[in-house]
């Protein structure tokens, strides 16, 4: 935008300096020679006198003074055909002349001012004097070369002054982008200082007005769901206490089990939505231990719908770059789609290996992959179900990827059903404790 204002500017400084100095640069080209015209002419007008009255000889003195001082050649044409003066033939203009008619005329060296001289006894005389191109146009290159160098001079100065005010207008504009991309980079405290014309104040106080409107919304939002949250915790005691009343030790331990891990997603889940900046410590976790525990707890409701489950699992530690809450919600997740959208009986596998190759250095790749009905195209979008579920599971699994710096894959099983594909990124810290 400003290298545009400035060529905007730079291109109407030169058409205007062009309409202007054209014109002005002809005009003193006419006045330079209408200058060497007008002195000769003078100096013709002196010698009418002398040409009208005086003999041959002191004529043909006073044309040589004449042409000594002015640097011209001078001629006198007297009637009987002598020429005094410069030796030039009879031209068209002298011919003229010579029936009493002065003119001034162009001629293949300049100009020629002829001047008829009545009153001789013995008729007309001429006098004419040439005037060089050389004198017609002196002074005028000069000019043109000043005139040149004034135009320039103000186009620069045209330029620095277009860049200033171009400036002027892209720094508001160069903030307010600023500002802008902080705001999409959730730096919600991000403000931008109103400066420019009025239009960009408004813009400025516009943004600002959306920045701290949009702070509010997220802070609402994040007590409306942590409020939310912190409601689940009546009903896990509840659960926890009526775990406890059971008489079968396992059971119970196990349900205690189960509700301490919804206890703990819960505590995540409050702390999460309160945060209003992202923790600063990169997060980490052991990929292995995670699964292998997940599996287990799931084992038990797939013996009870008779699932066979097999589990593939590449001995620990497998650090990976996501918190252990969250890939313990993504396997989850996981897992409970094969339980929700697979008949029960219906075999699944789960497999975790590092990631084979160089392009894949690090990488650790969790595969889930059952043999029901599968997935339909686009289930990993959110809110995406066939099921009547709430369509986040996958979309779960797929932001802890990306937060490892991995992806989400969506395949067909080798033996019908579906496969999913969790690859996730090394950690860039060691793992959690």
């Known amino acids: ?166 400036r002027t207008l892209v720094r508001p504009i160069s903030d307010l982008s600023a500002v802008s991309h902080r705001l999409a980079n959730a730096e919600l405290d991000a403000r931008v200082t109103p400066a420019g014309p009025p239009e960009l104040r408004e813009v400025a106080g516009a943004l600002n007005h959306l920045a701290t409107r949009i702070q509010v919304l997220l802070v609402q939002e994040r007590e409306q769901v942590a409020d939310l949250s912190h409601q689940l915790r009546t009903p896990l005691t509840a659960l926890r206490l009526e775990a406890e009343s059971l008489r079968d030790p396992d059971g119970a331990a196990r349900i205690t089990a189960a509700a301490d891990g919804l206890e703990r997603a819960v505590t995540g889940l409050i702390r999460q939505a309160r945060w209003r900046h992202a923790p600063t410590r990169a997060a980490s976790s052991d990929a292995s231990a995670i699964v292998a525990d997940r599996v287990a707890f799931w084992s038990v409701l797939a013996e009870d719908t008779g699932r066979a489950v097999t589990l593939d699992l590449t001995p620990g530690p497998l650090p990976v770059g996501v918190a252990a809450d969250s890939l313990t919600a993504a396997v989850d997740a996981l897992l409970g789609n094969v339980f929700a959208h697979t008949p029960d009986g219906t075999p699944f596998a789960v497999r975790l290996a590092r990631a084979a190759g160089e392009a894949g250095e690090g990488e650790v790749v969790l595969t889930v992959a059952d043999e029901g009905p599968g997935m339909p195209a686009g289930a990993i979008r959110r809110g995406a179900s066939a099921a009547g579920s709430t369509g986040l599971g996958l979309d779960i699994a797929r932001r802890a990827a990306q937060a490892a710096g991995g992806r989400l894959e969506l395949r067909a099983g080798p033996h019908g059903g579906a496969q999913v594909l969790l690859r996730l990124g090394p950690p860039t810290s060691p793992p959690d404790a």
Do not use: K, N, Y
């Open 1 to 166: 935008m400003r290298a545009r204002l400035t060529l905007l500017v730079a291109a109407v400084s030169v058409l205007t300096l062009i309409a202007f100095l054209v014109p002005l640069a002809l005009l003193v080209r006419t006045v330079a020679e209408d200058r060497a015209t007008v002195r000769a002419t003078a100096d013709a007008q002196s010698l009418v006198p002398v040409v009208g009255t005086a003999d041959a000889a002191t004529i043909r003195l006073t044309v040589e003074q004449l042409a000594a001082e002015s640097g011209r050649p001078v001629s006198v044409f007297l009637p009987d055909g002598t020429v005094l003066g410069a030796q030039t033939p009879r031209t068209p203009a002298v011919a003229l002349a010579a029936r009493g008619q002065s003119l001034t005329g162009e001629s293949a060296a300049g100009r020629e001012v002829v001047i008829a001289v009545q009153g001789r006894a013995d008729g007309t005389g001429v006098i004419r004097i040439a005037v060089p191109q050389h004198e017609l146009t002196a002074g005028v290159t000069r000019a043109w070369l000043v005139l040149a160098l004034l135009g320039m001079i103000l186009v620069l100065i045209g330029l620095l002054v277009a860049d200033r005010l171009a």
